[in-house]
C-alpha cells in the first residue's frame, strides 16, 4: 500500500523528551512513559519494556506521532506513538535523533 505525499503531510511527526518512565502492572513489554513535547507533556504507553530498562530511557529524545488518535492500554491512555525499529533478533530499537534537539520540534 503507498500513500499519497498529502497523506504523509497529515503525520505531525515531533521531538520529545523523556521525563518519567515507569513499568505497567501486569505486562513484561508495557512501560507507561511522560514524554515533554516543548510546549506541552504527555503520556505514552509503548511496547519496550522487554529491551529497555525505565530508568534507562530517562533523558532520551525520541520521535514520536503526535496527532495518533489516543488508545487504552491496560486501563492507560496512550496519547502517541513512540517510532521503533526492530533489530536482526526482532527487539525494538528506538529512533532518536542524532544530536540534542529541541523537544516538540516538528520532523519535516
Known amino acids: 500500500m503507498t500513500v499519497s505525499f498529502d497523506q504523509f503531510k497529515e503525520l505531525d511527526l515531533r521531538i520529545a523528551k523523556i521525563l518519567e518512565a515507569s513499568r505497567v502492572e501486569g505486562s513484561e513489554k508495557l512501560l ?27 533523558g532520551r529524545e525520541i520521535v514520536i506521532v503526535a496527532n495518533l488518535e489516543p488508545r487504552t492500554m491496560m486501563r492507560f491512555e496512550s496519547q502517541g506513538m513512540l517510532l521503533a525499529a526492530h533489530d536482526e533478533n526482532g527487539n525494538p530499537v528506538l529512533l532518536m535523533p542524532e544530536k540534542e534537539t529541541p523537544s516538540g520540534s516538528k520532523i519535516t
Open 32 to 58: 507507561k512513559l511522560l514524554i515533554d513535547m516543548g510546549d506541552e507533556k504527555r503520556q505514552l504507553i509503548a511496547g519496550v519494556g522487554k529491551v529497555y530498562e525505565p530508568e534507562s530511557l530517562i
